[in-house]
């Protein structure tokens, strides 16, 4: 027996700012919902994605946990004539809480199993004791990267305050990479991308052709690929291979992110982003033959959205990630070495 949630308040609802109801939950194919969810960070929301088939509404993605979060997710279920106890499973792209942040409320007001690719598990830290262990190797790793040890405290805190914020619940079972999703009428297939995370996954419906990318694939920014504590030893390129594995479709599917918005054209985006991690490989190599040694040096050299001294600390942190994974894959393609000792030194 599943608990019964809170009333839905269409008034509280999705109340971010004056063009956020309009946002909330949206038809995208027939028997397919997008629910945007507010999310605290400059993307405002990420989607929860609901799927009628035969036997009921499979999920994919679940968004960030708050309050207003879960109320505007049961309102976008609403607005798709679906009800709690129609949800016969949740489907998960990877394990950042803005994707997995309501595993908790799915366990306790819906029937619904939740699965996940097997190698995201790792990543999930159930106790106090395991969040602790992940601080603990988040500030060895910023150690190797050089950052000065005036700053390791303010990113393990917030790493910390992460950590607390990541869902504590393991899924049910794990998805394969091409089995279809149980309850899915074998439309709703998973597509292995690591890069992002070790265990990312795609999502591709074969019946309505739709591709459910989460974080692998965005129509304009191009994900974080960090290569950190607990990432695969080359995640960019997984990540890259993963691109390729994507542009294999023999019909184009509409991207549907987690992210920003829908759109066609998956092709020309995933050259788009190739070509954007190619020049990032050619400008962190410059860095370095221009005397960075550091990842922390490197970081501070190149270029990001923002100066990277006015970043917070999750983005100093995403920015530390990404410049070693491209540091690392330098490396392994032989145009740079990486130098023993703590902290690590990169060179020609």
């Known amino acids: 027996m599943t608990a019964t949630p809170p009333a839905v308040s269409s008034t509280s609802a999705g109340s971010t700012g004056p063009g956020w109801r309009r946002l909330v939950a949206s038809a995208v194919s027939p028997g397919v919902w997008a629910t945007a969810l507010p999310f605290p960070s400059v993307l405002s929301y990420s989607y929860s994605y609901c799927l009628r088939y035969s036997g009921g509404v499979v999920v994919v993605d679940l968004g960030w946990d708050t309050a207003e ?207 954007h991690h190619a020049r990032r490989l050619d400008e962190i190599e410059a860095a370095v033959v221009q005397g960075a040694g550091t990842v922390w040096d490197v970081a501070r050299s190149v270029r990001w959205s923002r100066q990277f001294d006015t970043l917070d600390s999750r983005g100093r942190r995403q920015a530390l990630g990404e410049t070693y994974s491209h540091l690392y894959r330098l490396s392994r393609s032989g145009r740079l070495v990486m130098g023993d000792g703590v902290p690590e030194r990169w060179k020609r």
């Open 69 to 275: 979060g879960w109320q505007t997710f049961q309102l976008g279920l609403t607005r798709a004539g679906v009800m709690l106890d129609e949800i016969i499973g949740v489907v998960i792209t990877h394990t950042h809480p803005d994707h997995y942040g309501f595993a908790a409320a799915i366990k306790k007001y819906t029937p619904a199993w939740i699965a996940a690719h097997g190698a995201e598990r790792p990543l999930i830290a159930a106790t106090a004791e395991e969040r602790a262990t992940r601080v603990d190797e988040m500030a060895e790793w910023l150690q190797r990267c050089g950052v000065p040890g005036s700053e390791i405290p303010g990113l393990t805190h917030e790493a910390a305050e992460l950590q607390a914020a990541m869902p504590h619940v393991q899924p049910d079972f794990d998805l394969f990479d091409g089995v279809p999703v149980r309850g899915s009428d074998g439309s709703l297939v998973p597509v292995h991308t690591p890069g992002h995370t070790p265990g990312h996954l795609c999502f591709h419906d074969r019946e309505r052709n739709l591709l459910f990318t989460g974080d692998h694939l965005l129509p304009r920014v191009t994900p974080n690929v960090s290569k950190r504590p607990r990432s695969t030893a080359d995640p960019l390129a997984d990540f890259m291979a993963s691109l390729d594995r994507l542009a294999r479709f023999e019909r184009p599917p509409l991207v549907l992110p987690g992210h920003e918005w829908a759109f066609d054209g998956l092709a020309s985006r995933t050259a788009a982003v190739r070509s």
